[in-house]
């Protein structure tokens, strides 16, 4: 098993003919997944490498069986993209464009939930269940079938950690990027809440950082787990005030710190690592 995505989604690709759609859209289905569709209004009833493309999500939805989106479309069309997808009846939304404004992403996730539908994102990697589908643009090699749910706020240092845990011979269920937006789909407790009752997964790891109070309020949820989790922290010298890479990535008023976020997950029974390096080590240690 996986969570969100496995090899019965059936992706359409908003914005699948630009530079960006069409290069990742190629990679997705180089990986396996099942991309049924993409959209672009100026280019309906074409064909893009094999792939047909339509003037909606709608027609993507009845004439495919599309029931998953992912989002390569410009910021400032972001907010329709997720509408019409989640309007269309789409379960699963994956915003990978940055900069969307704070108010639209409320928005998005509040429709979202409305409707019954997940939100990835934005400004999110995306997400990968290994050897099953990814709708992302995470590089494909890094990742291989097995036990491990990965959770993280960080692509690059999501990236560096799912490479040493399939180097240790530490495979992944899922591996999730929240986004590093101020406001998301997916926290930490969605993701942990469905992780824990995923059979497949029997370990997870959180990868953190700075700002907001999201790993804080995961600690609470992780009291309450079956399954060991271990996690990383990022941002130990970023100075109070100043935003270090994320919108999201920013202590302010003595919220968000590393040294309390530190502590709630410790309190939680997690075990917290000092460098990217350390988690598959920490991995092996807490599954026996």
Request: glycine share 12%.
């Amino acid at each position: 098993m996986a969570i969100i995505i496995d090899q019965d989604t059936r992706v359409v690709v908003q914005g699948m003919t630009g530079n960006q759609g069409s290069f990742h859209t190629g990679q997705m289905v180089k990986y396996g997944t099942n991309v049924v569709a993409g959209t672009s209004p100026s280019k309906a009833g074409q064909e893009h490498d094999g792939i047909p493309v339509f003037a909606s999500v709608r027609e993507a939805v009845l004439e495919r069986g599309a029931n998953a989106s992912i989002v390569f479309v410009p910021a400032a069309f972001a907010k329709d993209a997720a509408f019409e997808a989640i309007e269309a009846g789409c379960k699963v939304v994956v915003m990978i464009p940055e900069h969307i404004p704070v108010q639209d992403s409320i928005l998005i996730v509040e429709y979202a939930h409305f409707r019954g539908a997940k939100v990835v994102g934005p400004n999110t990697y995306g997400l990968i269940s290994p050897g099953k589908a990814k709708m992302g643009i995470m590089p494909n090699h890094i990742y291989a079938p097995g036990p491990v749910g990965l959770v993280a706020r960080s692509g690059t240092l999501s990236y560096e950690i799912a490479a040493a845990l399939t180097q240790a011979g530490l495979g992944q269920s899922t591996a999730i990027g929240m986004g590093g937006d101020p406001v998301v789909g997916q926290v930490f407790n969605d993701v942990l809440h469905q992780f824990e009752k995923d059979p497949e997964t029997k370990a997870c790891v959180l990868v953190g950082e700075i700002g907001g109070s999201a790993e804080e309020e995961a600690a609470e949820f992780i009291k309450t787990m079956t399954k060991p989790v271990v996690a990383y922290l990022a941002g130990r010298a970023a100075p109070p005030g100043k935003r270090m890479g994320h919108a999201g990535a920013i202590i302010e008023r003595g919220r968000g710190t590393l040294e309390s976020k530190r502590k709630a997950l410790e309190a939680a029974g997690v075990t917290v690592v000092e460098m990217p390096w350390e988690v598959a080590p920490a991995v092996k240690k807490v599954l026996g």
